[in-house]
């Protein structure tokens, strides 16, 4: 789609147009501060100069001691939205105080109109040199030898990559090289709101609960407030339209995977899989314990709105749902059939194979996986930090219910990652949404053996 | 509008320009003078690219890398992709449904706007506002209405025990839940042409067949509508070829992404050279789609001798 991530806690449009205008004056706000910022650091950096800086400056070599390069400027992209982007400017402002000699310039964009640019630059030749990167496009740059092989400058200043994240470092390696590094990560998690559990006198959700348990739970929550004879409010709610949001946790829950060994065949047609897709069909149409998808694809989240008592989704939602004054728990999500899982998916800094300051970039990615970056990305609650030793220490203990979050990583499965991503998801999602979620007119299993011969045929050709 | 009248008389300039010189001439350099910019602007941002297209087409190109020539393997895939076949289905029906039906409402209200009554200038801005706001404003408006739950048309029907509908996630109702918003947002522009046509009309043609004893329809049948055929011809062509390149409407009521019901041809495009890395593919979709309109667009001119009657 078009958008893979309208489900990063935009659903509702409104919210979607605000980031997009939010997202607009940011970007002349950034220009206006970018021109301003660099003047006023560059003045306390020649008024004094740091001892180090100057004592490096002596021996060319690059070497973990800082950036001793000539002066660059470099530009740096992301997508996000207005808290995002402060967010990110923050960590930018406290790199030019201790890199003086090099200016970040950020740029930022919505999603679909972020990846849109970024490709023109590519062929036009002119992308920004550091980037934001989602881990399932990843290979679809790094296979076309845009992005620069990071390993060299890690070697050479003997940067240490066990500092972060396994899984989220893994998304950036390839047999050739390591071609970013992890800025964050998301994880799936189920959220709940402790008033309606209070009120209904339900137990909440703990690291105990399976499917039964949720089902039965959900069925407790799900109630006729006004007598209409509908539901207006459910046990559940989660996202439908992507398979970050839940459904690629029930298929590992269920024993099933996406893809084969090989990356060159699925494997969603076994049972298993298929049954992980089956079991949220049926909490929306057997159980109905959770909307119709249609109901809240204009509207935004049931669960942020009140009408929902607990949401499968993203850590990128616990800031909305505490800003939208819901009393929220957090838990692990419902064990299957074969055990724990869940989805973490990073979000990397990668840089432009063609850049003109491939030092300066690398200067400027290392330090955004930085603890001092990280920790002050934590603070938004967005996404949780790469970085271990933030995720265990300042992050796990930063909010009720983030140390769930920092545990799910060690039975977490990264979200699928490779070479042709958006066209596989379009073509799997058109198919479930119209006849698995949006309208029970196909089991799951029916579904995908109607879309499989063309999912195969495109990663056979990837 | 009514230099579409002036258009067909030719260019004065130019018959100038043919004898060689004179006042006339002048007026014709002076012409070309002013029109340069746009003619520049046109041969450089739209000839170019356009020409590029038509090489990229013929290759496969994912826009990061150099692109390889694969002759007219694209257009022979395209022949045989469902989801391309699909778009251009939903396209001809948008279109079919979308021009004729936001012609006569147009029409219509262009008739009944063309009156001196008190206020009347407030009431045309009014048709026009939807014309001069963003399409995500307006589709935001309308994913009210359309919406499931609380919408204001189900509501509506709900007055006469018609059950709630999902409007837009409905394969059966999403285009034609397009087609109206599309349709309402674009009325204000064939207004503004046939209005313009319509005080274009003399007066005194009106009275001369009043006093011959014609009646309201027949004023109208005889007199107004050979006249307004000018204004009817240009609307018309607009409304064409936009509604083949309709694109945004279906980017944001559809959301997450389309479905086989609301996928266009331009989305196919945009879907194509943006998220899928084919950009060659896409660049094929976008000639075939130019082909379509060019070839009807063709058709559309050459009919107007039977239909259209300039003053």
Redesign the interface.
Known sequence: MLSDRTHRGATSLQRRVLALVGGAALVFSACGGSTTSPSGVSATASAAPPPSQAASSASPAPSDAGYTGPEATISYSIWGDPAEIKNQQAVVDAFHVVNPKITVKVTVSDWDTYWDKLQTGIAGGDAPDVFAMDGPLFPDYQSRDVLLDLKPYIDRSGYDLGQLADQAVADFTTPTGQFGLPRDLNVIALFYNKKMFDAASAPYPDETWDWAKLVQVAHKLTTDTNGDGKPDQWGFYTETSDMENYWSSLVWQNGGDILAPDGKSTVLGTDQAAGGIQFLQDLIWKEKVMPDPALFAEVGDAFEQGKAAMEANGSWLVATHQAAGIDLGIAPLPKGPAGQATSINPTGAVVYAKTKSPDAAWEFVKYLASPAAQTKLMELRASLPANKEVLAGPYASSFDGAKVLADALAYAHIKPSFKGYNDFATTLQTELDANVFNEPTETAKQAIDKVLPALNELLAGQ | MTALGSRRGGFPGRRGGSRGGGPLGGEGRWALLFLAPTLVGLAVLSAGPVLATLAISLTKW????APQLVALANFVQLASDDRFLKALRNTAFYTVVSVPLGMLISLFLALALNQTIRGIAWIRTAYFLPVVTST??I??VW??I????SGLLNQFIGIFGIAPQ?W????TLAMPAIVAMSVWQGLGTNIIIFLAGLQAIPTDLLDAASVDGAGRWARFRNVVLPLLTPSIFFTGILSLIGSFQVFDQV??LS??????ATITVVYFIY?NG????KMGYATAASWILFIIVAVLTAIYFRSQNRWVHYQ
């Open positions: 994912d826009l990061l890398q995500i404003a589709a935001l994913q009210w359309y919406s499931p739950d999902k837009l996630s409905n394969a980017f944001v959301r997450p992404r389309p479905t086989e879907e943006f998220k899928f890395f």
